[in-house]
């Protein structure tokens, strides 16, 4: 017995050693990863927090891109300002005492079509995927503005599942609208606020019942009714409504900026105007551990190696699509014009990766048959690397989008970036890597424009389809405002600038 006993006391006490040695090499493993990864620089990670922008309140492993991604991304220049740091701590106690889950929730919930007076501090932004995930992404951060400047707590319809591609971004609650929420079932263009003011059955200047609720449609396609959300006399009705559903594929955020009683406040947030997107973007889009898998590998493998790291981003818009020699060639117009590519004769004494991402694989083959085939006489080197060709966009397919938001994010850690003109894919990407990309222009008869890109005047998105010029105040201050110009590759849309740039 006594021998039992022993044995079994020496097999516990094996067991725990081989475990605590077991814990102890996946940690050394870990530091190892660590000190090896490609910006890693032997000091702390005193910027894991970028600037203030993040919560220190969440479980690393949990979504290792929150606090890794400073590893893989040179420091912004861009610090965020102490009054958005601040404000984004207020938002996520907002969001703490109202979002799902809590008492406040429960009885706003249960108000909706009752009483609004009733409704207390908690009031809601709901908002709805579209086609397209670079379309989500610039809407979706659009939506956080305005309910950062009206004290909305923002939450996604489940309607698309967004949880495989992004972490939760507030601490102790959850972004996400309970699958049982019972407006979305009720929606229909009656409820519509561009519908309503049509059909008078709401008015900016009324002192009746206000709605419960409302739903705004911010498509592309949108109608003039629809477009008075951006005026003053308009916000002032809509503030008061406890629940709003937003449907929206723009990146709207310029004309918040043209409606005076944002501006203020928009000012003391963003000192730096063209940095809205780059610091939501990257304060709200954590990818998860799935898709930071894609990105890190895929940078450790092919990028990390680099002096010099250019992404080329190539999206097609014309019928047909697929490879295009017209586009090939405005490709390597503008990288060579613009000295992003060497010519093939006066290769210098570097090591260039170019990253292309694209729905088809010819436009990387070919680059790379050409820097393949005609080597410097150093032996220098462009290599260029395209992650994936799907052939055509799969929007709401799982592995597809991932991919999707993987190469956007790669694309966001290039030292240099070309765009398609017009694509949000390449929106996302140049104002997460608060990068001015050179845009290509949109090619017309199938010709290769002259010149073929243009350097953006910032890093901000642009809104294709704002309201326009006249109308309400929102609108006749475009060409008057310091900080809202005409985009570079779509002059009928409007982007934020700082004040300090020449357009």
Same mark, same amino acid.
């Given at each position: 017995?006594?021998?039992?006993?022993?044995?079994?006391?020496?097999?516990?006490?094996?067991?725990?050693?081989?475990?605590?040695?077991?814990?102890?090499?996946?940690?050394?493993?870990?530091?190892?990863?660590?000190?090896?990864?490609?910006?890693?620089?032997?000091?702390?990670?005193?910027?894991?927090?970028?600037?203030?922008?993040?919560?220190?309140?969440?479980?690393?492993?949990?979504?290792?891109?929150?606090?890794?991604?400073?590893?893989?991304? *040179?420091?912004?220049?861009?610090?965020?300002?102490?009054?958005?740091?601040?404000?984004?701590?207020?938002?996520?106690?907002?969001?703490?005492?109202?979002?799902?889950?809590?008492?406040?929730?429960?009885?706003?919930?249960? $108000?909706?079509?009752?009483?609004?007076?009733?409704?207390?501090?908690?009031?809601y932004i709901v908002w709805v995927a579209v086609h397209g995930l670079g379309n989500r992404i610039v809407s979706l951060v659009s939506?956080?503005?305005?309910?950062?400047?009206?004290?909305?707590?923002?939450?996604?319809?489940?309607?698309?599942?967004?949880?495989?591609?992004?972490?939760?971004?507030?601490?102790?609650?959850?972004?996400?609208?309970?699958?049982?929420?019972?407006?979305?079932?009720?929606?229909?263009?009656?409820?519509?606020?561009?519908? !309503?003011?049509?059909?008078?059955?709401?008015?900016?200047?009324?002192?009746?019942?206000?709605?419960?609720?409302?739903?705004? &449609?911010?498509?592309?396609?949108?109608?003039?009714?629809?477009? !008075?959300?951006?005026?003053?006399?308009?916000?002032?009705?809509?503030? $008061? /409504?406890?629940?709003?559903?937003?449907?929206?594929?723009?990146?709207? /955020?310029?004309?918040?900026?043209?409606?005076?009683?944002?501006?203020?406040?928009?000012?003391?947030?963003?000192?730096?105007?063209?940095?809205?997107?780059?610091?939501?973007?990257?304060?709200?889009?954590?990818?998860?551990? $799935?898709?930071?898998?894609?990105?890190?590998?895929?940078?450790?493998?092919?990028?990390?190696?680099?002096?010099e790291t250019l992404g080329v981003q190539v999206r097609v818009f014309s019928n047909p699509d697929g490879y295009l020699e017209h586009?090939?060639?405005?490709?390597?117009?503008?990288?060579?014009?613009?000295?992003?590519?060497?010519?093939?004769?006066?290769?210098?004494?570097?090591?260039?990766?170019?990253?292309?991402?694209?729905?088809?694989?010819?436009?990387?083959?070919?680059?790379?048959?050409? &820097?393949?085939?005609?080597?410097?006489?150093?032996?220098?080197?462009?290599?260029?690397?395209?992650?994936?060709?799907?052939?055509?966009?799969?929007?709401?397919?799982?592995?597809?989008?991932?991919?999707?938001?993987?190469?956007?994010?790669?694309?966001?850690?290039?030292? *240099?970036?070309?765009?398609?003109?017009?694509?949000?894919?390449? &929106?996302?990407?140049?104002?997460?890597?608060?990068?001015?990309?050179?845009?290509? &222009?949109?090619?017309?008869?199938?010709?290769?424009?002259?010149?073929?890109?243009?350097?953006?005047?910032?890093?901000?998105?642009?809104?294709?389809?704002?309201?326009?010029?006249?109308?309400?105040?929102?609108?006749?201050?475009?060409?008057?405002?310091?900080?809202?110009?005409?985009?570079?590759?779509?002059?009928?849309?409007?982007?934020?600038?700082?004040?300090?740039?020449?357009?």
């Open positions: 017995m006594k021998l039992r006993t022993l044995f079994v006391t020496c097999l516990l006490l094996w067991s725990l050693m081989l475990l605590s040695l077991f814990i102890i090499f996946n940690h050394r493993l870990l530091d190892a990863m660590t000190v090896n990864s490609p910006s890693y620089s032997g000091k702390p990670r005193e910027d894991k927090l970028l600037g203030g922008l993040l919560s220190e309140e969440f479980d690393e492993g949990s979504c290792l891109s929150r606090y890794q991604s400073s590893l893989y991304r *040179k420091p912004s220049p861009y610090e965020p300002s102490e009054y958005l740091v601040s404000k984004l701590k207020s938002y996520e106690m907002l969001h703490k005492r109202c979002g799902p889950g809590t008492e406040a929730f429960k009885r706003a919930t249960e $108000q909706l079509g009752h009483d609004t007076r009733s409704c207390g501090e908690c009031r939506a956080f503005l305005y309910a950062l400047l009206t004290e909305r707590v923002l939450l996604l319809d489940q309607g698309t599942d967004m949880r495989h591609l992004f972490c939760e971004p507030f601490p102790g609650t959850s972004w996400l609208l309970p699958h049982d929420f019972p407006l979305m079932d009720q929606l229909d263009s009656s409820r519509c606020y561009g519908t !309503m003011l049509k059909t008078d059955a709401i008015n900016s200047a009324t002192t009746g019942t206000i709605p419960s609720y409302l739903y705004l &449609y911010l498509i592309h396609d949108y109608e003039d009714h629809d477009k !008075m959300f951006f005026c003053e006399r308009d916000q002032n009705l809509i503030r $008061q /409504v406890p629940w709003l559903v937003s449907n929206s594929n723009q990146y709207f /955020v310029p004309s918040l900026w043209l409606i005076p009683s944002f501006q203020t406040e928009l000012i003391k947030l963003f000192p730096q105007k063209d940095t809205v997107f780059h610091h939501l973007g990257r304060y709200l889009l954590h990818p998860t551990n $799935q898709v930071w898998g894609l990105i890190t590998r895929f940078y450790n493998a092919y990028l990390s190696r680099a002096d586009v090939m060639n405005q490709i390597l117009s503008c990288t060579q014009r613009e000295k992003l590519l060497p010519e093939l004769t006066t290769l210098e004494s570097q090591l260039k990766a170019v990253l292309v991402t694209s729905l088809y694989p010819e436009y990387s083959e070919k680059l790379r048959a050409m &820097y393949w085939e005609s080597p410097s006489s150093t032996g220098d080197m462009v290599q260029v690397y395209q992650p994936s060709q799907e052939m055509f966009q799969q929007t709401d397919e799982k592995l597809h989008d991932q991919k999707a938001l993987a190469e956007m994010y790669l694309l966001s850690l290039t030292d *240099k970036l070309v765009t398609s003109g017009l694509s949000t894919f390449g &929106y996302v990407a140049q104002g997460l890597g608060g990068l001015k990309a050179w845009i290509l &222009y949109r090619p017309t008869n199938h010709t290769t424009p002259d010149p073929p890109c243009v350097r953006a005047v910032s890093m901000e998105p642009c809104f294709h389809r704002p309201p326009p010029i006249n109308g309400c105040q929102a609108k006749t201050t475009v060409n008057s405002t310091r900080f809202v110009r005409r985009c570079e590759e779509w002059t009928t849309g409007i982007k934020l600038v700082d004040s300090t740039d020449v357009f």
